[in-house]
């Protein structure tokens, strides 16, 4: 099965179809966690190892996705530029939108991948495979995303 299936180069695990989720919200501990963290900060003096330092702790608190960016907000403080900081100028990961449309080929190279599989009787080789393939059409974004938007 695919889901013992972990590790740096690898393929994230699915569990199937039933492993794709939307956007998780936080907790209100989290959100806490989120709040006291920050608290310890102004604004506009965070250096970038102060936002690297606190990506990590966010990291290690399993905080993550919108949520982040909505407590980090919440506490007064622009998420862009505290994220940009914490990575070395990158651009924050644009929230999903409504707007986007389906790119049908894009579909079609992703059906016609993943018809080639048994996604619930998946051994650790063709898991390799279809993470490769999938890498190799375009259809992968970091963080192991699937992105057939136009």
């Known amino acids: 099965m695919m889901n013992g299936i972990q590790g740096a180069g690898g393929p994230p695990p699915m569990g199937g179809m039933g492993g794709?989720?939307?956007?998780?919200q936080l907790s209100e501990e989290q959100k806490q966690t989120v709040?006291?963290?920050l608290e310890e900060y102004e604004e506009e003096e965070i250096t970038t190892e102060d936002a690297k330092e606190l990506f990590e702790a966010f990291k290690e608190a399993g905080i993550r996705g919108p949520g982040l960016r909505e407590a980090i907000e919440e506490a007064g403080f622009n998420a862009d530029e505290l994220f940009s900081k914490a990575?070395?100028?990158q651009k924050p990961p644009a929230p999903p939108s409504g707007g986007r449309q389906v790119n049908s080929a894009s579909l079609q190279s992703l059906q016609s991948i993943l018809e080639?599989?048994?996604l619930e009787n998946m051994d650790q080789e063709q898991a390799n495979q279809l993470y490769s393939q999938l890498n190799?059409?375009?259809l992968l974004r970091a963080g192991g995303m699937i992105d057939i938007t136009t």
Do not use: F, V
């Open 87 to 89: 990575h070395d100028g």
């Open 116 to 118: 080639q599989y048994d």
């Open 136 to 138: 190799q059409a375009g």
């Open 35 to 37: 709040q006291d963290l």
């Open 20 to 24: 794709m989720r939307g956007p998780q």
